[in-house]
């Protein structure tokens, strides 16, 4: 035995040095990889195996480590973890990129021209929808009234959704088909009436009573939509998406697509608060598959600022005695609240104004009682009263923003609320100070889907053009290292992802981009001008640039 031992040695240890480097799937190297792990530590090269990494390091450490038959140099060019987006509607911005475009439009007629270029294009549609038109950008920026709509399709219906999602425009024939009839009242919405006549204006809850007539899409027509949201995402670097609000029937087509492998973006998903997804999903618990995590539940506390809806302490400062509304009755968000203690499933509420925000912490603070790991999540925390801010700390809510609504809404937000209000607005450094983290979004369609806007706007607080020289607020600009976090690690972690998603570690899911430019270096100008050369989800290449 021992003689045996001893004759063997020597050509053991040959067959040793020869075959020790570890098989992996995809060694990349020669990058300036920003891990995002606690440190913020930098390091070259990285091993994948099974679409996790195996381990990360200098060039030499990992290239003596392991081999692989999937070798990718990265030319000394920046790599970081796949882009998570906090907050955003990815179902929603598939169906916009089949709907009119009206992002942008100066004019209520630009409006009007962009929806008949689009019949146009496609004759024998039995419903016309449209999003993104803003008022705030027409002259007078009075809400348009649906006459031109009536003149132009007096048979087709018509319905555009305002940018932020909170009103929209309907046409006659679609008021009619959805019952809608003048001076109508209802909870938390409004149906705008002008002398006795509808002007096809709908705020908040009211839209619904149109939208739900839009036949629903075939499953083909589905995983078309998805699919073509997806390629836009992995084209911006983004290999993780949090979803804020669908319904069962949504969820179960991207788990389907997903697992049949059409659809490959990794999704959060929060409910939406209706009791039939509520009742199936809450007693079973949060579901999760590789790609997809049923976590969250969407609450709707507010409208918005751009469309008065958002709900103040105290009155609009351009209409008196306004002070918006909530969505609910306080008591639907206290029993939510005391329905999902109980559960394992984060409370998610959309809250803009100083008043909602007020109550929503208040009531997660009856609940949660101190400090705490349920990650229940404030969506925009956009505008604070002074005196609430330490509400998010004393019990861990994490207020859940998207630095670029600060810079689309800038232009105007102090004619809504006035200087005093602003200055507890779009705050997030002090937000980020109440838990020392912060996860950000974009509340993508709502606004554009970059993360490099993202980035622009928390960072230098300035619009795609530079505006306003030394940006807005800029005592509430994160850090690039905080707008990275909050774009990767601090996104997972709000998403509860954190140990499999964010940052490039050993055991993590291999998800990563690789950029032409460091976001951690480039000057101001040159942050929109960054390009993703290419997006990996779990190891393998979903994305790569043309030319
Ligand atoms: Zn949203």
Not at 314 to 320: A, I, L
Request: hydrophobic share 40%; net charge neutral.
């Amino acid at each position: 035995m021992s003689r045996n031992l001893i004759f063997f040695a020597p050509v053991l240890v040959v067959l040793f040095s020869c075959h020790s480097r570890k098989q992996a799937d995809l060694i990349v190297h020669d990058g300036l990889v920003y891990t995002v792990d606690s440190s913020f530590s930098t390091a070259e090269a990285f091993a994948v195996k099974d679409g996790k990494i195996l381990a990360v390091g200098k060039d030499k450490d990992i290239l003596d480590a392991y081999s692989a038959g999937q070798m990718v140099d990265a030319g000394g060019r920046p790599v970081y973890p796949g882009f998570i987006d906090a907050h955003a509607h990815f179902v929603g911005y598939g169906q916009s990129l089949f709907a009119v475009d009206l992002f942008g439009s100066a004019s209520f007629e630009e409006v009007v021209r962009r929806v008949q270029q689009f019949a146009a294009y496609h004759p024998g549609l039995d419903w016309i929808t449209g999003r993104g038109w803003d008022q705030n950008k027409f002259p007078g920026k009075a809400f348009p009234d649906n006459a031109r709509l009536n003149e132009l399709f007096p048979h087709i219906p018509v319905v555009l959704e305002r940018v932020d999602g909170h009103a929209s425009i309907a046409n006659a024939r679609a008021l009619e088909l959805a019952g809608v009839r003048p001076g109508q009242v209802l909870m938390g919405g409004l149906i705008e009436t002008k002398s006795g006549r509808l002007t096809g204006i709908l705020i908040d809850n009211a839209q619904r009573l149109v939208w739900q007539k839009v036949p629903p899409l075939s499953p083909a027509e589905y995983a078309e939509r998805l699919e073509a949201a997806e390629q836009h995402c992995f084209a911006q670097g983004l290999t993780t998406v949090t979803d804020c609000g669908l319904d069962r029937r949504d969820i179960e087509g991207i788990d389907s697509l997903q697992k049949t492998g059409k659809l490959r973006m990794r999704l959060y998903v929060m409910l939406s608060d209706r009791p039939e997804n509520l009742d199936h999903y809450l007693p079973r618990g949060p579901y999760k598959t590789d790609r997809l995590f049923v976590k969250g539940v969407k609450a709707y506390a507010d409208g918005a600022l751009g469309s008065r809806g958002a709900c103040l302490l105290q009155p609009y400062n351009d209409r008196p005695g306004w002070y918006g509304f909530l969505l609910s009755a306080p008591s639907h968000y206290d029993s939510l609240a005391r329905r999902l203690a109980g559960t394992d499933f984060q409370l998610c509420t959309h809250a803009i104004g100083d008043s909602a925000n007020r109550m929503i912490l208040t009531i997660y603070n009856k609940y949660l009682g101190g400090r705490n790991d349920k990650r229940w999540r404030i969506e925009h925390a956009q505008i604070i009263n002074e005196n609430d801010f330490s509400l998010f700390g004393k019990a861990s809510v994490i207020p859940s923003v998207q630095p670029t609504h600060a810079t689309s809404d800038m232009y105007w937000a102090e004619e809504r609320v006035g200087a005093q209000r602003l200055k507890g607005g779009y705050a997030l450094k002090r937000l980020l100070q109440q838990n020392g983290w912060i996860p950000l979004g974009t509340d993508f369609p709502v606004e554009d889907i970059s993360p490099f806007k993202t980035f622009l706007a928390a960072v230098f607080r300035v619009d795609a053009k530079g505006w306003p020289a030394g940006g807005f607020q800029p005592e509430n600009a994160l850090s690039r290292e905080e707008a990275i976090r909050g774009m990767t690690i601090w996104a997972a972690r709000a998403d509860c992802l954190e140990k499999e998603a964010g940052s490039l570690e050993a055991g993590k899911k291999a998800d990563f981009i690789i950029l032409d430019k460091d976001l951690m270096k480039a000057a101001q100008g040159d942050v929109l001008q960054t390009k993703v050369l290419s997006t990996w989800s779990g190891g393998v290449k979903v994305y790569s640039v043309k030319g």
